[in-house]
């Protein structure tokens, strides 16, 4: 089966969720605007992770949630 890459990305404390690597800009546009709402203080530890996977296994993983 034809793999692809996707990226996972971890907020540190809050979990995590997988995109295909094309998506990445978009979701860390996305991310930028929870950053800008925080706190003065606030620490934000984030982690990218690039990844193979067949489109099969990504269409299988859970709906992310939200953090």
Do not use: C, N
């Amino acid at each position: 089966m034809k793999k692809s890459k996707y990226f996972r990305f971890t907020l540190v404390g809050e979990g995590s969720y997988i995109q295909p690597l094309d998506d990445l800009m978009t979701a860390l546009d996305g991310e930028l605007d929870h950053i800008k709402a925080g706190y003065v203080g606030d620490k934000v530890t984030i982690e990218l992770e690039v990844i193979e996977m067949t489109d099969e296994e990504y269409s299988a993983l859970p709906e992310f949630q939200g953090w």
